[in-house]
C-alpha cells in the first residue's frame, strides 16, 4: 500500500506552522518582565546574557518541548481509543502522575524517585481507566473511557488537595510549585528531562507508519500483517510516559493534549496520523499560552496552565457538543 504524499496546501500550511513558532520563540526570547527589552537579542552585557541564557531561553526551550510531548500523548491516546475527548488531562493521567509526585516527596522522599513516582501514578490512573471500563473482558466503550477517566481525575485532585492541606507549609509550597502548571524557574535541567522525548523518536517513526494502517480499520490491518494490539499497547505506553514527562517539568496543563492532535487533522485535512503536525500545534499552544501571560495586564504573571485551561474549557464545551450531535 502506498499512502499520497502531503499536497503543497499541506505543506504550505505546515510551512506556516513553522514560521509562526518561530516568531512565538523570537517573542518570548525579545520581550519580559524583568526590566529589559531585547529586540535584537544583543549578549553585550552580563545582565542581557543572563535573561537571555538562563531564564528565557531555558524556559521557551521547556514550553516547546512539553507542548510536544502534550501533543503526542494526546494525539496517541485518541488514536488509540478512536475517542476525540480522549487525553492525558482528561482520562486522569496527569492527575494520576500529580498524586505519583505527591506521595514520593511526602511518604517515600528518600526512596522512590520523583520522576518514578508519577510514572507510577500515570500508570494506576490508566489502570483504573481501563478496568473500569471493563478492559478484562475485551469490551471497551470509548465514552465510558472518558467518563470513568473524570472520575479518576477528580479522585486524585482530590487527594492531591487532601495531602497538601495536611502538610507543612514548606512541603505545600513545594508541592504546589511542582504541579501548578507553570513555566516559572523553569532552567537548563528541565531542558535536560524534557529532551528525554528524543529518545523515542525511532518508536514513533514506528508507531507512525503502524497507525496510519490501524486508522484504516483493525480488520485492513491485521490483513497487511500489522500487530493491531502489540501497536496499540506501545501507543499507551509511549503516551503514558510522554504524559509523564510533561507533568514532571510543568505540572499538569490541560487544553494542549485534548486540542493539538484536533487542531493538526484540521490543518493537514487527513484523516490519518499526524504526529509531527500535532508537535508543532502543541508547541505553538504552549508558547503563545505563556506569551498571553506575558501581555495580560496583571499584577503577577499567570500561570501558563490557567490560559490553557481557560481556552480549554470552551474548547472542551464545543467537542463534547459535537460528540452528543454525532450519537443522537
Not at 512565538?24 to 520581550?31: E, K, M, P
Not at 505563556?290 to 467537542?319: C, E, H, N, Q
Request: glycine fraction near 8%; include cysteine.
Amino acid at each position: 500500500m502506498r499512502f499520497i504524499t502531503p499536497s503543497w496546501q499541506t505543506s504550505s500550511r505546515i510551512l506556516f506552522l513553522l514560521l509562526l513558532l518561530v516568531l512565538f520563540l523570537y517573542l518570548t526570547l525579545a520581550f519580559g518582565r524583568e526590566g529589559l527589552d531585547n529586540p535584537w537579542l544583543e549578549m553585550k552585557t552580563r545582565y542581557q546574557q543572563f535573561i537571555l541564557l538562563q531564564i528565557r531561553l531555558p524556559r521557551a526551550l521547556v514550553a516547546i518541548g512539553a507542548g510536544m510531548t502534550l501533543a503526542l500523548s494526546g494525539a496517541l491516546f485518541q488514536i488509540t481509543t478512536r475517542n476525540a475527548l480522549a487525553s492525558p488531562d482528561i482520562i486522569g493521567i496527569n492527575a494520576g502522575a500529580a498524586v505519583g509526585i505527591m506521595a514520593a516527596l511526602l511518604f517515600w522522599p528518600d526512596v522512590v524517585p520523583v520522576p518514578v513516582g508519577a510514572l507510577i501514578g500515570a500508570v494506576v490512573a490508566v489502570l483504573l481507566v481501563y478496568l473500569a471500563n471493563g478492559a478484562v473482558s475485551g469490551e471497551i466503550q470509548t465514552t465510558k473511557i472518558v467518563l470513568s477517566g473524570i472520575a479518576v481525575a477528580a479522585l486524585c485532585m482530590a487527594l492531591v488537595d487532601f495531602a497538601i492541606s495536611n502538610t507543612r507549609i514548606e512541603q505545600a509550597q513545594q508541592i504546589r510549585s511542582l504541579l501548578s502548571g507553570s513555566l516559572a524557574n523553569r532552567g537548563w535541567q528541565d531542558v535536560v528531562l524534557i529532551s528525554g522525548m528524543l529518545v523515542f523518536i525511532p518508536i514513533l517513526f514506528w508507531l507512525g507508519k503502524q497507525l496510519n494502517y490501524i486508522s484504516l480499520g483493525n480488520d485492513i490491518a491485521i490483513t497487511l500483517g500489522v500487530p493491531v494490539r502489540l501497536v496499540q499497547i506501545i501507543s499507551i505506553l509511549v503516551a503514558i510516559i510522554f504524559a509523564t514527562l510533561s507533568v514532571l517539568v510543568v505540572g499538569p496543563v490541560a487544553f494542549v493534549a485534548l486540542a493539538a492532535p484536533q487542531i493538526a487533522r484540521r490543518i493537514i485535512l487527513h484523516k490519518g496520523v499526524a504526529l509531527f503536525c500535532s508537535m508543532l500545534v502543541g508547541a505553538l499552544l504552549m508558547l503563545s499560552a505563556d506569551f498571553i501571560t506575558l501581555i495580560l495586564p496583571t499584577p503577577g504573571r499567570l500561570t501558563v496552565g490557567l490560559v490553557t485551561a481557560a481556552i480549554g474549557g470552551i474548547y472542551l464545551m464545543y467537542l463534547l457538543y459535537m460528540e452528543f450531535r454525532r450519537i443522537s
